[in-house]
């Protein structure tokens, strides 16, 4: 895999200008062993502050549309909380119709994935407004399988949700044909970036989305300390990388 270099962008988007779609944990903040504990540290917030004074930027988050914005907490930036699910449009935010029909069966599902891991040490439940995060990196190793086993009970009895997998969590999300890729390529639509070249950085599975949504039309960039199967074209390897990357743009 090719490391994604200032120079790389440049030649790639040639004479357009550029639209970055960015992930947050695991991409502008390092993993940490409670989601809660996330934080920008300032010299991201700063970088994001300049390249945003020069190009369109979005951060794409599978957290809450409110949590991340907070996070990130600068105006001139767009954001798409849920993997995509809620938008903050330039009309307003944008809500997946299908996704909010589909918050009683999450209801339903979360007060049963809680019931059925309570003797588990280490289980995090994180309810979001469209999913359900179960993060199990506390967990012990021997009873991860348990873990999801009950997340999918919880899928087979509401099956207008479907499971999907991050780094150390299960998540039980609304079953409609919408991710990080389809947001992507939303906000390109109707931010009228089609004359920009889009480039996606992003470390986790649900990230392949939008690697693959722009693979004939922008750049991935995947953030990985270890090679792994991934539709982005260049890799970093640490938000350090993307810091250092974004400041040379
Ligand atoms: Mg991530």
Redesign the pocket.
């Known amino acids: 895999m090719t490391r994604a270099t200032p120079e790389a962008i440049r030649t790639a988007a040639g004479s357009r200008s550029l639209a970055l779609f960015l ?5 502008l903040t390092p ?1 940490v062993e409670r989601p809660e504990d996330a934080v920008l540290a300032e010299p991201m917030r700063d970088v994001l502050r300049r390249v945003a004074a020069r190009y369109t930027v979005a951060v794409v ?2 957290r809450d549309l409110e949590d991340v914005r907070a996070r990130v907490g600068l105006e001139n930036i767009h954001y798409a909380g849920c993997h995509g699910f809620e938008i903050a449009g330039p009309r307003g935010n944008r809500v997946h119709e299908a996704a909010a029909a589909a918050a009683p069966q999450l209801g339903a599902a979360a007060d049963m994935v809680a019931h059925d891991t309570r003797g588990i040490p280490g289980v995090q439940l994180e309810r979001k407004r469209f999913t359900l995060a179960v993060h199990y990196r506390r967990a012990p190793e021997a009873r991860v399988r348990d873990v999801h086993e009950a997340v999918l009970r919880a899928q087979a009895r509401h099956p207008a949700l479907r499971v999907t997998e ?2 150390k969590v299960y998540e039980l999300q609304p079953d409609v044909d919408w991710d990080k890729g389809r947001a992507v390529l939303w906000l390109i639509e109707t931010l009228k970036l089609e004359d920009a070249m889009s480039v996606y950085i ?3 599975v ?2 392949e989305d939008a690697f693959r949504a722009l693979a004939h039309r922008g750049l991935g960039i995947a ?1 990985q300390d270890a090679p792994r199967p991934t539709a982005a074209t260049l890799t970093l390897r640490d938000p350090e990388e993307v810091r250092a990357l974004l400041a040379g743009l």
Do not use: H, L
């Open positions: 992930d947050y944990d695991g991409t993993i988050s599978g991050g780094k992003g470390d986790d649900t990230d953030v």
